[in-house]
T-cell receptor
């Protein structure tokens, strides 16, 4: 089974620029999550999708962050404009209630963003 | 928002058992305890989960106390590849969807030769 794919693996941008991250979840997983992990901390949920609808975006800084999941499969997370404090690893995860072997999540390897 | 407490770091000799504790005193009756680990530069990896009974799989064992206020992850024969940050997480579920995972800072386990 292919895992959760994310790209790019690394990104360096200047502050006030925009950036986008892409995620392709495990096939058939209806739920998709974006987490932000600042160095030295655990991941923090930014947004959760169920199919193509948003379930939870309470922690998403909506003045600069946006996310979409068109057609309920791939997802993109965008930051515009970026700030220095957005430097972090952005993790995508997916899950399925039908995955009896693992009532949990599968994470991608993440995109490491550095804002200079 | 993390609902668990873990020691920031532990170490273990290779080949010995690693016992990682976690306190979750406010856990609700329908909340599961999950354990994940994160090896440097990778995403978190699922290890094991449980509700009230002890669980074992090919990676680890999970011991949950009878009052469910704490648990211990056991790696029976730690190897150098088990060096990672280990997260104990209480899962919040809402309706038919899996809810968010609240990550704390986890425990940095270092396995030494």
């Amino acid at each position: 089974e292919a895992g959760v794919a994310q790209s790019p693996r690394y990104k360096i941008i200047e502050k006030r620029q925009s950036v986008a991250f892409w995620c392709n979840p495990i096939s058939g997983h209806a739920t998709l999550y974006w987490y932000q992990q600042i160095l030295g901390q655990g991941p923090k949920l930014l947004i959760q999708f169920q199919n193509n609808g948003v379930v939870d975006d309470s922690q998403l800084p909506k003045d600069r962050f946006s996310a979409e999941r068109l057609k309920g499969v791939d997802s993109t997370l965008k930051i515009q404009p970026a700030k220095l404090e957005d430097s972090a690893v952005y993790l995508c995860a997916s899950s399925s209630l039908r995955d009896r072997g693992n009532y949990g999540y599968t994470f991608g390897s993440g995109t490491r963003l550095t804002v200079v | 928002d993390a609902k668990t407490t873990q020691p920031p770091s532990m170490d273990c000799a290779e080949g010995r058992a690693a016992n990682l504790p976690c306190n979750h005193s406010t856990i609700s009756g329908n909340e599961y305890v999950y354990w994940y680990r994160q090896i440097h530069s990778q995403g978190p990896q699922y290890i094991i989960h449980g509700l009230k009974n002890n669980e074992t799989n090919e990676m680890a064992s999970l011991i949950i106390t009878e009052d469910r206020k704490s648990s211990t992850l056991i790696l029976p024969h730690a190897t150098l590849r088990d060096t990672a940050v280990y997260y104990c997480i209480v899962r919040v579920a809402r309706g038919s969807t899996l809810g968010r995972l609240y990550f704390g800072r986890g425990t940095q386990l270092t396995v030494w030769p």
